[in-house]
């Protein structure tokens, strides 16, 4: 009972330090999330191509690519809280900016800054979550940045409810969810954190280390871009209303929260490949059921239970990479192979929506499915292949598994594993 409590207190003491910082998290991804809903909506409205939405939705994941390499330059030069205000006041502009230029380039130019930005919002809260936390209590700390990080995605697409998609008011809501995220960090006490480099490490050596994790990064990339970019667009498309396809999308981002855990728990107790490769099997199936449901009339809960899972198993493949690759290297290129790993990660998810949208405008709306799953399957299969030719990691070697957000662009900075013994960066 004694262990209970002072378990308990030590967790109420982590949250309130943190919870200024999670707040301004939370304001900021709900923002953005809900940016993200009605943009796909606003253009699938105006009717544009499925191809043009994906070019706009991908031009996000680019710019969010580039601020994950560039960002911290534009920290270490000006501060962090200056960057802050700097990112933040940027992305409300650019939201606002939405409703004033609505030419596709101008929008393919305002989602890159849109995701540049981000990048480097969500590096500067990292790196005081980073400060704020010790090797012993880091591990929470990530736990509630990923609890506070999922419902905020969640709650940002619901929100969509509250007024019509092509009125501004949706754009106004979320530049004041984006501006709000600025108090927490602005009134903080605390001085700069540290964002040193990390040692190098080339691409050819890392995919020589881990080619499950290289290419699951990329795979990665590709099915949670794809989805995020145009996952309201194919709810619309097959009949769903504005409500029902909010709700699709934030029961996916629910299912990478509830069951990154329990995969991550299996994985480390069996050949993390073999619980990678059976999970994409098992969501490239469901896919196809749910395909041959809606040929003949799904249930909305069906649907939503299906989504659940297909959410959850996507959400686990980038932290699956990278505990994979983790187990291959040595401990002090860590944090050089998450870079990587994120770098390729934004990679895929830039060119994800633009192979789905070009499917969907050749064969229609049900050829997501198809894409989906097969991105999937072909990924199974490659790694049931390297099952075969390359023996699992040594127990002794094998890193515990760290759930991640699938979208965050310095993850990290948070992660237990990328920490020496002395409490220094690896």
């Not at 001085?191 to 480099?197: A, D, I, K």
């Not at 299969?381 to 699992?392: E, F, G, S, T, W």
């Amino acid at each position: 009972m004694g262990d209970y409590r002072i378990m308990v207190r030590s967790v109420s003491e982590i949250l309130v330090s943190v919870r200024p910082l999670l707040g301004g998290t939370a304001a900021l991804i709900a923002g953005n999330s809900l940016l993200g809903v009605v943009l796909p909506l606003r253009m699938e409205a105006a009717g544009y191509p499925i191809a043009l939405i994906g070019a706009i939705m991908a031009a996000y994941y680019f710019g969010l690519g580039l601020g994950g390499l560039r960002g911290k330059r534009v920290i270490l030069r000006i501060g962090h809280i200056r960057a802050f205000a700097v990112f933040a006041a940027l992305t409300a502009a650019v939201t606002l900016a939405y409703t004033a230029f609505t030419h596709p380039t101008a929008w393919v130019v305002l989602r890159i800054i849109n995701g540049f930005c981000i990048a480097g919002l969500t590096a500067t809260i990292e790196s005081w979550l980073n400060t704020k936390s010790s090797n012993e209590t880091r591990g929470r700390v990530l736990g509630f940045y990923m609890l506070a990080y999922y419902l905020a995605i969640a709650a940002g697409q619901t929100m969509v409810n509250l007024a019509d998609p092509e009125a501004p008011d949706l754009f106004m809501l979320a530049a004041a969810l984006i501006v709000l995220s600025l108090i927490p960090v602005a009134m903080t006490s605390l001085g700069e954190p540290n964002l040193s480099e990390s040692r190098a490490l080339n691409l050819k050596t890392l995919y020589a280390a881990s080619p499950v994790g290289m290419v699951g990064a990329v795979v990665s990339g590709v099915m949670i871009g794809s989805f995020y970019a145009l996952g309201v667009v194919f709810a619309r498309r097959i009949g769903l209303s504005v409500a029902e396809s909010a709700m699709f999308m934030s029961v996916v981002v629910l299912g990478g929260l509830v069951f990154q855990l329990p995969i991550g728990a299996l994985a480390d107790r069996l050949d993390r490949r073999l619980v990678m490769s059976v999970a994409l099997i098992l969501v490239g199936g469901s896919w196809a059921v749910l395909l041959s449901l809606l040929a003949s009339g799904v249930p909305f809960a069906t649907l939503l239970i299906l989504a659940l899972f297909f959410g959850g198993v996507m959400s686990s493949i980038y932290p699956l990479c990278v505990a994979e690759s983790f187990d291959r290297l040595e401990r002090r290129y860590y944090v050089a192979a998450s870079g990587r790993l994120l770098m390729i990660h934004s990679i895929g998810a830039t060119l994800g929506p633009l192979l789905a949208a070009g499917l969907m405008a050749v064969s229609g709306p049900f050829s997501f499915f198809v894409f989906e799953s097969a991105v999937a399957l072909i990924y199974a299969m490659y790694v049931l292949m390297r099952v075969y030719k390359r023996p699992a990691a040594p127990e002794e070697q094998k890193e515990k598994f760290v759930p991640l957000p699938d979208a965050a662009p310095m993850a990290t900075d948070l992660d237990p594993r990328c920490q020496e013994e002395n409490g220094e960066d690896c």
